[in-house]
């Protein structure tokens, strides 16, 4: 049961197509409360690039642990409302770019 009303949402989602959240979607589910699916999905990336530079990966982003929850999804909602045209990109895509954008490395030496 859980599967066939998963699979149905999934079908009826603008997303099915192309498998990828968008911009403009994580946009529209980051609006008013902040609800549990633009919480999950801003901080599965963040997780993600923070595991994937633990495995060896270049440093995309760079956060001390005092880092509150908070400021991650407010940087990176500021830059969906900031930047509109960049809404078709992947929502991923645009999670990195604002977390960049708010959490930058130091340049290498």
Avoid at 11 to 22: D, I, K, N, R, V
Wanted: net charge negative; hydrophobic share 50%; with cysteine.
């Amino acid at each position: 049961m859980i599967l066939a009303t998963a699979l149905a949402l999934a079908q009826a989602s603008p997303l099915a197509a192309e498998g990828f959240m968008t911009g403009a979607h994580l946009d529209a589910e980051c609006r008013d409360q902040i609800p549990m699916t633009c919480v999950a999905y801003i901080l599965g990336v963040a997780d993600g690039l923070q595991d994937a530079a633990a495995q060896g990966a270049p440093r995309l982003i760079c956060y001390g642990p005092q880092v509150e929850q908070e400021a991650l999804l407010q940087a990176v909602i500021a830059y969906l409302r900031a930047h509109p045209e960049r809404h078709p990109a992947r929502a991923s895509e645009l999670i990195i770019a604002a977390l960049r954008d708010a959490f930058p490395c130091p340049p290498a030496s």
